[in-house]
């Protein structure tokens, strides 16, 4: 497959399956809601994606790619952030820019 590097998908999707199995659902919902825990496991995969792809050339980010790289791929591969990226999800960007300058 020639991948070499982790991307924001991959991050999330990693992310929201670990949710899915920690939580009381049995089954990966196809409508993206899971039957016990109400949790909108679409929601969470395109928010946290939204975080990460705004904010992955932020060095604290970059630091955990770089740690994510080594252990998956063996190597610490440098990435680049990408500008422009549309979500079909409503507009978060000044709220989640707000949020994330209070950690930085």
Same mark, same amino acid.
């Given at each position: 497959?020639?991948?070499?590097?982790?991307?924001?998908?991959?991050?999330? &999707? /990693?992310?929201?399956?670990?949710?899915?199995?920690? !939580?009381?659902?049995?089954? +990966?919902?196809?409508?993206?809601? =899971?039957?016990?825990?109400?949790?909108?496991?679409?929601?969470?995969?395109?928010?946290?994606?939204?975080?990460?792809?705004?904010? &992955? /050339?932020?060095?604290?980010?970059?630091?955990?790619? !770089?740690?994510?790289?080594? +252990?998956?791929?063996?190597?610490? =591969?440098?990435?680049?952030?990408?500008?422009?990226?549309?979500?079909?999800?409503?507009?978060?960007?000044?709220?989640?820019?707000?949020?994330?300058?209070?950690?930085?």
């Amino acid at each position: 497959w020639q991948v070499s590097v982790v991307t924001p998908g991959a991050i999330t &999707w /990693a992310v929201t399956i670990c949710m899915f199995v920690l !939580s009381p659902d049995s089954e +990966f919902p196809s409508n993206g809601i =899971g039957q016990l825990s109400k949790i909108n496991y679409y929601e969470v995969f395109c928010g946290y994606k939204c975080v990460l792809v705004m904010k &992955w /050339a932020d060095l604290h980010i970059q630091k955990i790619i !770089s740690e994510l790289n080594s +252990f998956i791929f063996g190597k610490s =591969g440098v990435t680049s952030a990408k500008s422009g990226s549309t979500s079909p999800m409503e507009d978060l960007a000044a709220e989640i820019d707000t949020t994330m300058a209070t950690m930085d």
